[in-house]
DNA sequence: ATTCTATATTAGAATTATTCTAAGATAGAG
DNA sequence: CTCTATCTTAGAATAATTCTAATATAGAAT
């Protein structure tokens, strides 16, 4: 079940989703979806993709995550003001969040339950339920 | 169980909470400390201020919500990025988040329950768990 | 293949929320 | 009343993100 082929992978991903296969899709398509889950800042991504030779810029990064967002490819989460996160991890799932180091880190699904959700106000859905484990050092 | 004398009461939680009692901080405390709960943010509580004649900067708005937040009189609220939200109900509680209106509003601590919390990496605790249900208007 | 047009990319400016700086004001201890 | 640590503030600075409007490209149609 290793990533074959990721080009072809990055191509159908983006055609399925209904978003033009350009340069610059493809390129940050094959960083973001390399077959582990990732929790990536824009300026980091676009990082990458300079360091990779890739020309691209930090607004099409932008663009790209949003739009990949809209069509469920990643996830935003948010857990500090002026922070947003992109997660290629779009399953159900949790987060703990050092905010010493900034890291983000998976909490599984079946390591977290809610119990008895709440009804949402007449007229709303609840759209996501994001679960934020703040971390701090643990100093005696 | 009525706010009487508000005055002496902030004079009061200042002095308690080991901050000086200046003209800016007993304002700002009235503001918020009238015994509703509120969730305001820094632009909003400063207009407030100046709506009601009191002269304070931005600057001490903020300076002033952190202190509050750091002696525990207020708790932070992190839901979209780029906005913070200062909460005056420190109970145990969760918020649903309308992402068109902009609003909080509080899930009291019973009506949403999480089971199996799952242990902080090692050497870390767990500060603070937050709870955000995203809310989007029902359109069929 | 060439043309055409909707869509995408981009540099750079703009925006927004927040923090910083450093100079002046004030609380309150002595 | 003095003195000094603490506080306030205007304005500049920062950081993340979005916007603008000019250029480039994908891919459908010829
Ligand atoms: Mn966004
Ligand atoms: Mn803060
Ligand atoms: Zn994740
Ligand atoms: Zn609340």
Redesign the pocket.
Known sequence: MAATRPYANAYDL??ES????????LALAKLLFDGTDRHV???QLHGEALADGI?????????????FTEVGLLREVIVE?????FDTNISDHHHFFCENSGELRDIPADQLAIARLPDPPAGKTVKRVDVILHLADLED
């Open positions: 983006l055609r209904g978003l033009r296969p350009t340069r610059q899709r800042r824009a300026e020309r691209v810029s930090l607004a099409t990064v932008y663009n790209t995550l949003h739009q003001s002026g922070r947003a996160y």
